[in-house]
């Protein structure tokens, strides 16, 4: 059975930094593109990057909400996927979820599985 | 970036009936269209990717089609548990865009 459990969400002061993980189990980690999206409070989902898989050098993409600020990594030797979080603003509140990417047509969508996600709130 | 729009942004329903929504794609994106349904405190499960193609274990009485710029997200038969907010995805480029979402509550 695919799982994705995130962790290290809190609260954090606007500037701050916050690293969240994302544990993987129930599939070839290794193979898969892996996806960052996040829901601030009563609003739509957010597409914030992604991580291609080894096979395709693990090339990021980001969105430029976050880019330059964020940074995704993954260690496929321990099933995880990171999102390091760093010069947090107030509109960066969020529940943030991992997924996995689903292939199809030679693209991939966000995501074919979700974790359940973890609350980041920027707050002074 | 391609925008989509979805439409209704809410829409009331009785169970039992047929359910029809709207994604459009500020250009055109082959059939790089993904569907999510979400409930309350919730995360996103994959519904339909390829417009039309099922996820597997997602009862058949949803369905998707459009190509282009247009697509639809059909459910017949209405129940309770299916009443939740949908949201359309593009991959056909970066950055990968959602719809606004779609809350389809009870009449």
């Known amino acids: 059975e695919v799982q994705l459990v995130e962790s290290g969400g809190g609260l954090v002061q606007p500037g701050g930094s916050l690293r969240l993980s994302c544990a993987a189990s129930?599939?070839?980690?290794?193979?898969?593109?892996m996806d960052w999206v996040r829901q601030a409070p009563g609003k739509g989902l957010e597409w914030i990057g992604r991580?291609?898989?080894?096979?395709?050098?693990?090339?990021?993409e980001y969105a430029a909400s976050v880019k330059g600020r964020f940074t995704l990594s993954r260690d496929d030797s321990k099933n995880s996927l990171h999102l390091q979080m760093n010069s947090l603003k107030t509109e960066d509140t969020a529940v943030y979820y991992c997924?996995?990417?689903?292939?199809?047509?030679?693209?991939?969508?966000?995501?074919?599985?979700w974790g359940q996600g973890t609350l980041v709130t920027v707050s002074s | 970036d391609i925008q989509m729009t979805q439409s209704p942004s809410s829409l009331s329903a009785y169970v039992g009936d047929r359910v029809t929504i709207t994604c459009r794609a500020s250009q055109g994106i082959s059939n790089y269209l993904a569907w999510f349904q979400q409930k309350p405190g919730k995360a996103p499960k994959s519904l339909i990717y390829g417009a039309s193609s099922l996820q597997s274990g997602v009862p058949s009485k949803f369905s998707g089609s459009g190509s282009g710029t247009d697509f639809t997200l059909t459910i017949d038969s209405l129940q309770p548990e299916d009443f939740a907010t949908y949201y359309c995805?593009?991959?056909?480029?970066?950055?990968?865009?959602f719809g606004g979402g779609t809350k389809v509550e009870i009449k």
């Open positions: 995805q593009q991959y056909k480029s970066y950055p990968l865009t």
């Open positions: 129930g599939f070839t980690f290794s193979d898969h593109y």
């Open positions: 991580t291609r898989n080894k096979a395709n050098t693990y090339t990021t």
């Open positions: 997924a996995r990417g689903g292939f199809h047509g030679g693209h991939y969508y966000a995501g074919d599985y």
